[in-house]
């Protein structure tokens, strides 16, 4: 038999917390969609239609990137309009005899469930996975109060992906209300009198829905954040003035440092460890020194944007390290200023931040004291 799945990734729903659409935020080393498009492709999928918001192109090119023969759609206003272009569009091409029909939210599919749901095809015209209901259930009104209490009996918590012979859910979506909406795709099915039957599904097919649905299935599937480190290097030479800044801190000394900004080589290169860490170029690309706009900037701002970078991405800054290069000024006297400074600014606790200094014996350039150094590094979990 030659199926499809059909990945219905257009929402954008954010209820699950952080920017960026929950199906491309990262779980463990991949976005959640790529965990689906890896399984369908390990399953043997003769084709993957995945339906996107046209917003997100870039996410998904991002997320899909590396596989082969991935094909592509633009959802409409409702699921119920995005699934028909799916179909629509697998009515095109290599012809197939099932769809499985697969919400992106939903990481953890299995190959098993997958057998299981093309294998009750063979007498069924729609399946689904389900697993038993374990809570006891309650019907309540609006402000809470209980009017009903259904039996457990015979009630099933529904999954996807839900499996269906392509021609019959095609006809019966061709005949819908684009607005009309449905809990799920069984209940299409069974508005247009297919018949539909239930399969054992799996914990690991847990929806990521609301805030801390990320966070769970994370740990259902055994996959933690994982940690990238990136590396930051910086020099500035010194010439007239009173003072340097260093991690943010003013620090009296018979040069100042010469720089397109505040010249603050330390945080300089702690802001391109962060981007290092999450291959986001440099602080020149971000920031380019030809703009006027940064002159005399105070380079906290650059520390601010490459931490938004990271929030933005669904990550966090877990440990900065920070070493300066220099003979003059003495370092030491203000490190735990510098430490305190960087925490703040990183919002890190202290013991998260470390500042060191260290000298090059008088060698190079640094040595000569016609400059200053500093080298970084961050840790960030994404
Ligand atoms: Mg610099």
């Not at 809570?135 to 099933?156: I, Q, Y």
């Not at 603050?264 to 971000?286: P, R, Y």
Request: aromatic share 6%; with cysteine.
């Amino acid at each position: 038999m030659k199926w499809a799945a059909l990945v219905v990734a257009a929402g954008r729903g954010t209820r699950a917390g952080q920017g960026v659409p929950k199906q491309y935020r990262r779980l463990g080393a991949r976005p959640v969609l790529r965990w689906s498009l890896d399984a369908f492709a390990a399953a043997g999928a003769n084709r993957i239609l995945v339906a996107i918001h046209p917003d997100d192109r870039a996410a998904f090119a991002q997320a899909a990137a590396g596989m082969r023969g991935i094909e592509l759609v633009h959802g409409g206003e409702t699921r119920t309009a995005t699934v028909r272009a799916g179909l629509d569009a697998l009515a095109q091409g290599e012809a197939v005899d099932a769809v499985l029909i697969h919400d992106a939210a939903r990481p953890g599919i299995t190959g098993e469930v997958m057998a299981r749901l093309l294998a009750a095809l063979s007498d069924a015209e729609g399946a689904g996975p389900a697993l038993p209901v374990a809570d006891a259930l309650k019907r309540a009104d609006a402000d809470g109060w209980v009017t009903e209490e259904p039996s457990r009996a015979k009630v099933w918590r529904i999954q996807t992906p839900q499996a269906f012979r392509f021609a019959d859910i095609r006809a019966a979506y061709a005949q819908l209300d684009p607005m009309r909406a449905f809990d799920d795709d069984l209940a299409v099915a069974r508005v247009f009198g297919l018949r539909t039957r239930l399969i054992e599904g799996a914990e690991t097919l847990a929806k990521i829905t609301f805030a801390g649905d990320h966070d769970m299935t994370a740990r259902l599937l055994g996959v933690g954040p994982s940690p990238r480190v990136g590396v930051g290097f910086d020099a500035h030479r010194f010439g007239k003035g009173d003072h340097v800044t260093l991690c943010g801190v003013r620090i009296p000394h018979k040069k100042g440092l010469v720089g397109h900004s505040d010249a603050d080589a330390a945080w300089h290169a702690l802001t391109d460890a962060i981007l290092g860490a999450l291959g986001e170029g440099d602080i020149g690309d971000h920031f380019p020194p030809s703009d006027p706009k940064w002159a005399g900037a105070d380079s906290e701002i650059f520390l601010a944007h490459a931490l938004s970078l990271v929030r933005a991405r669904g990550g966090a800054l877990s440990h900065v390290d920070v070493t300066l290069i220099c003979e003059n000024p003495r370092v030491k006297p203000h490190r735990e200023a510098m430490r305190r400074r960087t925490a703040e600014a990183l919002g890190l606790a202290l013991d998260a931040v470390s500042v060191k200094a260290t000298t090059t014996e008088q060698l190079g350039f640094l040595g000569r004291e016609e400059g200053l150094a500093a080298q970084a590094v961050a840790t960030v979990l994404i």
